[in-house]
């Protein structure tokens, strides 16, 4: 399973970005699939996932503000970021839980203050 995820870029804190992880095949059924994300220094932390039957779930520090979604028509993941803060700073990596974990190269997302 291959994935590529775009989107990311250098936005002003309170800024908006969308990030986008498209398939190579039909993702209709990945158990789940979601975003991570990893800030210089840190572990690699959730930032939110989505089942094959539309259950979310969100880390806590992005509760109100990230929207997940899947197109299964168009292949593609979505993480729509909305007031977005420097400690959002991150690389942001998307993964298919299909089986086996699949992962997607990481988007970078840099939040100015």
């Known amino acids: 399973v291959q994935l590529q995820a775009s989107g990311g870029g250098l936005v002003q804190a309170g800024g908006f970005l969308r990030l986008s992880c498209a398939a190579f095949r039909s993702i209709f059924r990945f158990n789940v699939m979601g975003w991570y994300r990893q800030a210089p220094g840190n572990q690699r932390e959730l930032v939110a996932d989505?089942?094959?039957?539309?259950?979310?779930n969100y880390a806590d520090s992005v509760k109100g503000r990230f929207t997940i979604s899947r197109d299964n028509s168009k292949r593609t993941l979505y993480l729509q970021m909305n007031s977005l803060k420097p400690e959002d700073t991150a690389v942001y990596y998307c993964?298919?839980?299909?089986?086996?974990?699949?992962w997607g190269q990481g988007t970078l997302v840099t939040v100015s203050s």
């Open positions: 993964y298919a839980l299909y089986g086996s974990t699949y």
């Open positions: 989505i089942t094959m039957g539309g259950t979310t």
